[in-house]
């Protein structure tokens, strides 16, 4: 099948009955980066799901985020629209009240006859992020650490005192939301999966529209708890320790320093008392328990009805520095916080199991899903549908783009990362020879030309900052968002 019959066959399914049109399932897990069996970021890590989701469908092995965190990353990818467009650019800004024309991934399905189902963290995660009105039903996020969690910030969540044993890393006064270790239930117990319960319960189900179902799972985000078996898969002698070269900063601009430093002391603790290896370790076992869980969903999709018919997608919002470049965290332009994984498993898909080397990133997947779907050409996207490399491994791509607080962006091709900061710092790298990002090569002049070729991508403005939480009277009741006055 060719491409133009393989879309004039999805047109036509979409025009004359509606049944026919795909389900849509996407999975999201949180801060996971290339530690995955099939992207090759950590040799021995055990994600036998969702390398067998990439066998199965394709595998964007140079997918990037559209901003290295949560909140920006999400609302780039649900609206279609970039950190440069939106004004959306951290974790503090409610994207509802500052975009009120915009029709979100999920509300445009909806719109489009599908029933939309959500459950977990798909957009940000406190309150105010999730509006109900985006979906027919949802179910919001069960979070492993009530205790940890702001009254304010998750009405919902039942507050509960800390249980004995907290921290559960053994470490004291270490702050909460960088904890680690086992907790003191079952594995059915954890949080993430409630939200796998209602993808399960709902693929049981007879539907008479198509649907499109979102499950986001927490892990492998901070706090790193996960069940023991999952600690058990990476014994503390084997846990290999990412290279961080003492001099590695050394070559990069103040604005990537000064990110990089973002809760060095997290890290340094960790280091000077002698628990970095089991951090790591624990960041190991919640990608494993997160693939678990994600593979208790694809066996639910599999025994259903909707086995053939249904597009999966599954995803990172952003990747997690595990000691590189002095950092541990994400919020940075370089590889560690950009590179996610993507993987795309579509009916009628083409040369499924070879992965794809062009990059792309994580706002193509709004047209995309438009594409695959069938549903009206949404013309007001920042991305580009990747209907036409999901058919032809070959298709050409134009680089993908990541920015991170205004006026900072990464532009990312097959070889190249280029960097430049709001002060004109740059960084250049050959990610081919240097794959660590190890060797900045901007200042060289013999990379004069290809700065300025890759700088045409970065966005030639960038919308100022909508306002902030603070900046509202927010009821969670009513879902109402009132800017105070003189904001
Ligand atoms: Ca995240």
């Known amino acids: 099948m060719t491409r133009r019959q393989f879309l004039a066959t999805a047109a036509a399914g979409a025009a004359s009955a509606k049944e026919s049109r795909p389900n849509v399932l996407f999975i999201s897990v949180d801060d996971m980066n290339d530690w995955v069996g099939c992207l090759g970021g950590y040799p021995g890590v055990q994600t036998p799901n969702i390398d067998r989701l990439a066998r199965r469908g394709v595998l964007f092995a140079n997918a990037h985020c559209a901003s290295p965190l949560c909140n920006p990353s999400r ?68 979070f492993d650490d009530p205790w940890y969690r702001r009254a304010e910030w998750y009405p919902w969540n039942q507050k509960i005192p800390a249980p004995p044993g907290h921290p559960f890393n053994g470490m004291k006064d270490f702050p909460g939301e960088f904890d680690w270790g086992v907790l003191p239930r079952t594995e059915g117990e954890y949080g993430d999966m409630r939200a796998i319960d209602f993808g399960v319960e709902f693929l049981n189900r007879r539907l008479d529209k198509p649907f499109f179902l979102a499950v986001g799972l927490w892990h492998p985000h901070i706090p ?24 590695d900063l050394d070559d990069v601009p103040a604005i990537g320093r000064q990110w990089a430093a973002a809760r060095r002391e997290e890290l340094n603790r960790m280091v000077r008392e002698g628990k970095y290896r089991d951090a790591v370790r624990a960041y190991l076992a919640c990608i494993s328990f997160a693939d678990a869980m994600i593979g208790r969903l694809l066996a639910a999709l599999d025994r259903s009805p909707y086995a053939k018919n249904t597009a999966v997608v599954f995803f ?37 199991g070879r992965a794809r080397k062009q990059p ?45 607080l205004p006026g900072n962006h990464a ?20 990610c081919l020879g240097d794959p660590n990002e190890y060797r900045n090569l901007a200042s060289d002049p013999r990379h004069d030309g290809l700065k300025k070729e890759l700088a045409a991508w970065m966005p030639k403005t960038s919308a100022p900052p909508k306002p902030v939480r603070n900046d509202y009277d927010f009821d969670f009741e009513r879902y109402t968002y009132k800017l105070k006055a003189g904001r």
Request: net charge neutral; proline share 8%; with cysteine.
């Open 75 to 142: 609302t780039a990818l649900y609206t279609g629209l970039g950190p440069a467009t939106s004004g959306i650019y951290n974790n503090e800004q409610f994207w509802r009240p500052a975009l009120p024309d915009v029709v979100t991934m999920p509300a445009y399905f909806k719109r489009n006859g599908y029933h939309v189902a959500g459950a977990g963290k798909v957009l940000h995660h406190t309150s105010g992020f999730n509006p109900p009105d985006q979906w027919n039903e949802f179910k919001l996020q069960v």
């Open 224 to 247: 790193l708890f996960a069940p023991q078996n999952y600690f058990d898969l990476y014994p503390d002698s084997k846990v290999k320790l990412p290279e961080s070269p003492e001099d």
């Open 316 to 352: 990172s919002d952003n990747g997690w520095h595990l000691g590189e470049k002095k950092h541990w965290h994400k919020s940075t332009l370089w590889q560690r916080s950009t590179h996610v994984p993507l993987i795309i498993r579509a009916p009628g898909g083409r040369a499924a």
């Open 360 to 404: 792309v990133s994580l706002i193509d997947l709004y047209p995309t899903m438009v594409d695959l779907c069938g549903l009206p050409k949404k013309t007001d996207l920042d991305g580009e549908s990747l209907v036409s490399l999901l058919h032809d491994p070959g298709a050409k791509r134009k680089p993908a783009v990541t920015t991170y």
């Open 411 to 430: 532009v990312r091709t097959e070889r190249w990362r280029y960097i430049r900061y709001r002060d004109g710092g740059e960084e250049l790298y050959d």
